[in-house]
């Protein structure tokens, strides 16, 4: 086993960030609310169509280059 020096702010080695970072690129980007009930309704879709797929949820958060294997 060996240590790896990381950044001290590493988002891209946070799969919950990349997984963000798809809503917001794919699914929450420009656009306009009138109400706090339509941010909810929209971001509830995108979390839904996002839980939808466990493949396309393994496949954001998943960078090659930072896995380690055995």
Known sequence: MSLLPLPSYAPELNPMENVWE??????????????????????????????????????IGQRDWACVKA
């Open 22 to 59: 798809y809503l917001r690129a794919n699914k929450l980007c420009s656009l306009v609310w009138d109400s706090c009930d339509e941010i909810v309704a929209v971001c509830k879709a995108a979390w839904d169509f996002l839980i939808e797929g466990p493949d396309r949820i393994r496949s």
